[in-house]
């Protein structure tokens, strides 16, 4: 069962991916083997999918969306165990302002992770009653933020650099708060930091 939702997991992270790469072939002359390669490198703090996260990522939709593809650590000090989570996450531009220096713009997204370990689990473990807890091996975010992206001319390798604020959630908190009437609690909310490096095109 578990082995099923992995593979579940997995087809839906590179079928994202590969709409991505569409898109971008389509919308430019690049050669086959720049679709392959990624737009930016990603770097995150915080945000439920680890307490630092590193991954990679591709623009596309006329760079109104983004699709990412990131790796999440907890070390044991922060989480009581070291908790390693695989998440594919997305973004969607809602308002921009532009600059010469600079672009401003508003997003929202969603990202949906993996968490394998001994602490997680896909069934419920038979030792609690039915409800007592959900699945937490499989969740997903959702997130609201703003970023701002800097032209810095092709400095240090980089053409663009994009740094970030969210305000995330976790559905699980949204869809308990639905249901929980005057027992809703506020605290369901996170925040993230993070700085997208985008190399130059080719």
């Known amino acids: 069962m578990r082995n099923k939702i992995l593979q579940t997991f997995l087809f839906f992270v590179f079928t994202q991916f590969t709409f991505a790469q569409e898109d971008l072939s389509l919308e430019s002359t690049k050669q086959e083997s720049k679709c392959y390669s990624p737009d930016y490198l990603k770097m995150q703090f915080a945000g439920y999918i680890g307490f630092v996260s590193f991954g990679a990522g591709y623009s596309w939709w006329k760079d109104k969306a983004q ?25 969607f531009r809602l308002i921009n ?25 896909v069934k419920l473990p038979d030792k609690y009653p039915d409800g007592y807890y959900s699945p937490n091996s499989i969740y997903a975010t959702l997130f609201w933020g703003s970023k701002l992206m800097f032209d810095i001319g092709e400095k240090y390798y980089f053409d663009f650099i994009e740094t970030y604020f969210e305000i995330n959630t976790l559905a699980d908190y949204v869809f308990y708060n639905l249901i929980a009437g005057e027992d809703r609690s506020p605290i369901i909310f996170s925040f993230a930091l993070g700085l997208n490096f985008f190399f130059p095109d080719q």
């Open 97 to 121: 302002f532009n600059k010469p220096a600079y672009e401003f713009f508003m997003f929202t997204g969603f990202s949906v992770s993996f968490e394998p370990g001994q602490h997680s689990y």
């Open 67 to 91: 699709s990412d593809l990131i790796y999440g650590y907890v070390p044991e000090y922060r989480g009581n165990a070291r908790i390693h989570t695989f998440t594919q996450k997305n973004s």
